[in-house]
């Protein structure tokens, strides 16, 4: 018995060995399950060709993402060399030890001057403002809308609409032509809607969809740098806001009080709604007829200005850091310099990545690459994000509960979601000794 | 010929046993089976658990590397004075009601209804108990299509056309329960038609001579011998109805679907406040430790009659 023992011993141990020595001739990167990921894998066949280090796109699906990174950061774990993760984790990821300091690499790059600057905003750099980076902008993102071309554009309609409102049924340039237009198209009798917006409440869905809204009417999350919400978070411009989102709510299919972007896709491709709310990540699936049975009649728009002219869209997209754990952090190091090369950059976006080299954003080839890059790039300049503090996640539980309730549930005013949400996020920043 | 040959392979056969025997006796056989058992248990069920609960009594965030300190009680304190917290246990206990007594009702019911002689009794039974063996994230996928509000089956059979059920606060709890009362209903019926079929038919023959009425033979024979039975289905799911997760998580998230388990799971999981949710966690434990502690001393006094 002791001989077997000491064989299976002797086997596992040179299993282990054999894993170790593979691990160190390749580079995992770990990411959600989406196209993008599988853009990335092919982008890093490249590098392997180059360089002769294999990479490998690890990846899981999206409700198990935050959670399987975060428990292998906690056990100090090296199977993930590189995480591509949201912008929200950069404060957990950076005051936990969890991310490699990226700032000499940004200097030596000068990587802030190649990417677009709201990117490096908001997903390199924390805390905010500070000249810190911790991660490469690597896929850009932000919440757009794509439409029924065909509705909007039916003479009928059109004459419909002009005679009801008053102006031409067009691409909204405003939320009230918006909210207007989802009004116009909402006919549950003809199972037709007027729009799609998130609401699921499981993450940072909702929260997405109505800031969005609240920054573009001229309100904000709070300030930043003092952590001070009381008097922000529930201001007249963020309550308009969410009285807003309400009535928005009210023009969604029935029983859309679960959704996120699988639902906003499924709005369009089977023929629900007139426009619906998602990032732009997801519309490479309404573009192609397989997937999409309106793909030639889907257009897509940035999300439009608020009542005073400014205009906001939330930030979605994530930045690659490099985990602290990792036995492979100088070849990890090496991938990003490749990474970030501006050829490498062009490959990314011809592959259907979503690049946030502002060079490359701004070029004619890249804006006209398909139906959507335009208002990409016209969003990749306006974007605004969540908080990105370490106890984002217990900000982002207060804000469901609470503007869930009102929009979806139909509790309470909107006085009361914003003013109780703003009781909640003091407390929590006071929690955290953020503000006195 | 065939016999020396026989009675030579029997007597090399029994050297080799009692060698075998002499090797291990039956200490040592009886140890091979418990210490495995109870090094598993140690290690995977009282080291955690004992190592969650000093864990409760203290700030630790897995999600970062800050040093660990001591609160003390202040988790639970926090807790049962967070108004959240407690609507979470309330809608629970709702949830808990609602479903268990459904799942009663429902499972003692086909339970009498097979009890009977009846044809393909067999085959009902089986194709009855099929919600039960799928998993439960499917059978919530899968009763968020039926309640679809546009083309769901559930509108079209209670002639309810349009009715919202999951985004809807006055019903999506409710909603919620009847599927666990549809999946977890062939269990009730298991067992309470094991505890049926275990009645001696002379009962019942000896009720009709005395010409009992149907509710008399029901209330004084058929219910008390299978209380027993029944309640330990109702312990079972009490338990579990008290833990439900991935039901309610994947057909709805309203606020008011969101049972202490989501609650627990958002807690240590998405926030990542672990010494508070280990803290919750323990909470919880104690609320199910005492519903069962109460069931099983009326289950006892039962037995005891």
Not at chain 1, 117 to 144: C, F, N, Q, R
Not at chain 2, 121 to 137: E, H, S
Not at chain 2, 198 to 225: G, K, M, N, Q
Not at chain 2, 268 to 278: I, M, P, Y
């Amino acid at each position: 018995m002791l001989k077997a023992l000491s064989r299976i011993v002797a086997a596992a141990a040179l299993l282990g060995l054999a894993q170790v020595a593979a691990a160190q001739g390749q580079l995992t990167i770990l990411w959600a399950q989406w196209d993008p990921a599988n853009y990335l894998q092919e982008l890093v066949k490249d590098y392997e060709k180059q360089t002769g280090t294999k990479v490998v796109v690890e990846t899981t699906p999206w409700p198990d993402f935050q959670n399987k990174a975060f428990k292998e950061f906690t056990a100090k774990g090296s199977a993930y060399d590189m995480v591509v993760g949201d912008s929200q984790w950069l404060g957990a990821g950076s005051t936990g030890g969890h991310y490699v300091e990226l700032t000499e690499f940004f200097k030596k790059n000068k990587v802030a001057e190649v990417m677009a600057p709201a990117t490096v905003a908001g997903y390199a750099e924390y805390p905010g403002k500070s000249g810190k980076y911790w991660a490469i902008p690597l896929e850009g993102d932000a919440t757009g809308f794509s439409y029924r071309k065909d509705w909007f554009e039916d003479p009928k309609e059109k004459a419909a609409f002009k005679a009801k409102y008053g102006y031409e049924l067009d691409v909204p340039k405003t939320w009230k032509e918006l909210g207007d237009i989802a009004e116009f198209f909402h006919r549950p009798k003809e199972k037709r809607y007027g729009i799609s917006v998130y609401t699921d409440n499981s993450y940072d869905a909702l929260a997405m969809g109505i800031e969005n809204v609240i920054f573009s009417y001229g309100g904000d999350l709070g300030d930043y740098a003092t952590y001070k919400v009381g008097g922000i978070i529930n201001s007249k411009e963020n309550i308009e806001a969410l009285k807003f989102y309400k009535r928005l709510y009210g023009y969604t299919p029935p029983d859309w009080g679960k959704t996120f972007f699988q639902e906003a896709n499924q709005g369009i491709t089977e023929g629900l709604v007139a426009m619906s709310m998602n990032f732009f990540a997801f519309f490479p699936a309404l573009a192609n007829p397989t997937t999409n049975k309106y793909a030639k009649v889907t257009g897509y728009f940035a999300s439009p200005k608020g009542p005073t002219g400014k205009q906001f869209a939330a930030l979605g997209g994530q930045g690659i850091s490099v985990v602290s754990y990792s036995k492979n952090k100088e070849q990890s190091m090496k991938f990003l310099e490749w990474f970030i090369r501006e050829d490498v950059q062009k490959k990314w976006a011809d592959l259907g990545g979503y690049t946030c080299n502002a060079a490359i954003l701004k070029s004619d080839a890249f804006r006209k690459a398909t139906p959507y890059n335009e208002a990409f790039y016209q969003s990749m300049f306006m974007v605004k994000d969540f908080w990105a503090v370490p106890e984002y996640a217990e900000l982002l539980t207060a804000a469901n509960k609470r503007w869930h309730s009102f929009v979806v549930g139909g509790k309470g005013t909107a006085d009361e979601a914003a003013n109780g949400l703003a009781k909640d996020w003091e407390a929590t920043f006071k929690k955290y000794g953020r503000a006195k | 010929m065939s016999q020396p040959a026989l009675t030579g392979s029997t007597q090399s056969a029994v050297p080799a046993q009692s060698d075998a025997g002499r090797g291990m006796s039956d200490l040592a056989i009886r140890n091979w089976f418990i210490i495995p058992t109870i090094v598993f248990l140690i290690v995977f069920n009282i080291f955690p658990l004992l190592y969650s609960l000093g864990y409760s009594f203290t700030d630790y965030r897995a999600s970062m590397n800050d040093p660990v300190r001591f609160v003390g009680l202040q988790n639970y304190r926090e807790l049962l004075e967070d108004e959240y917290v407690w609507a979470n246990f309330v809608l629970t206990a709702k949830y808990v009601i609602m479903s268990v007594a459904g799942q009663v009702v429902v499972g003692f019911g086909a339970a009498l209804l097979l009890n009977r002689s009846i044809p393909a009794k067999g085959v009902l039974t089986t194709l009855l108990m099929l919600p039960m063996m799928m998993c439960m994230a499917v059978v919530g996928l899968f009763w968020q299509l039926l309640y679809n509000p546009s083309w769901g089956i559930v509108n079209y059979v209670f002639f309810t056309e349009g009715k919202v059920w999951l985004s809807d606060p006055d019903v999506a709890l409710l909603a919620i329960a009847i599927t666990d009362i549809w999946m977890w209903a062939p269990f009730v019926m298991l067992l309470s038609l094991a505890g049926l079929s275990a009645i001696p038919p002379s009962l019942y023959e000896a009720a009709a001579i005395d010409r009992a009425s149907r509710w008399f033979v029901f209330r004084h024979i058929t219910l008390p011998l299978v209380a027993p039975l029944l309640l330990i289905a109702v312990i079972f799911r009490t338990m579990e109805a008290f833990k439900t997760f991935d039901i309610a998580f994947v057909m709805a998230s309203m606020d008011e679907t969101e049972l202490v388990a989501i609650k627990l799971y958002k807690m240590a999981f998405q926030e990542w406040q672990t010494g508070r949710s280990c803290a919750l966690a323990y909470i919880v434990l104690l609320a199910v430790l005492a519903i069962t502690n109460v069931y099983v001393k009326y289950l006892n006094r039962l037995k005891a009659r």
